[in-house]
Nanobody, 115 residues
Framework: QVQLVESGGGLVQAGGSLRLSCAAS????????RGWYRQAPGKQRELVAG???????NYGDSVKGRFTISRDIAKNTVYLQMNSLKPEDTAVYYC?????????WGQGTQVTVSS
C-alpha cells in the first residue's frame, strides 16, 4: 500500500511562484506514473501535470509553459514548480500515483492566488 503526503501549498499573489512536493512511502512499484491534479470549487478535477517512470511529461493546456513537474526517484518524491501563477490557478491540488495496483491520492493541498 502506498501513502502520499503533499506539502507546499499556500497563498500567493498573482505572478508569484510556489513549489509543491509529494512524498510517497510504502510499497512502490518501480513502474509508475506520478501526477498532479487540481479541483476548483464547482469544477471537475483536472490533470495539471504527469511524469512517467521513464521521465516523460505531459501538462494541461492551461499550465503549459508556466508549471514544471519533476521527480526524485531516490526520494520517491515528485515536485510541481508553479510560476507566473494566476487567480484561476486557485484550487486544491492533489498528488496521484498510478501503478499496476491502481490509483493512490494524496489528501490535497490548497493553493490560493490573489489578484
Amino acid at each position: 500500500q502506498v501513502q502520499l503526503v503533499e506539502s507546499g501549498g499556500g497563498l500567493v499573489q498573482a505572478g508569484g511562484s510556489l513549489r509543491l512536493s509529494c512524498a510517497a512511502s510504502g510499497t512502490i512499484f518501480s513502474i509508475n506514473t506520478r501526477g498532479w491534479y487540481r479541483q476548483a470549487p464547482g469544477k471537475q478535477r483536472e490533470l495539471v501535470a504527469g511524469i512517467s517512470s521513464g521521465g516523460n511529461t505531459n501538462y494541461g493546456d492551461s499550465v503549459k509553459g508556466r508549471f514544471t513537474i519533476s521527480r526524485d526517484i531516490a526520494k520517491n518524491t515528485v515536485y510541481l514548480q508553479m510560476n507566473s501563477l494566476k487567480p484561476e490557478d486557485t484550487a486544491v491540488y492533489y498528488c496521484n500515483l498510478k501503478d499496476p495496483t491502481g490509483d493512490t491520492w494524496g489528501q490535497g493541498t490548497q493553493v490560493t492566488v490573489s489578484s
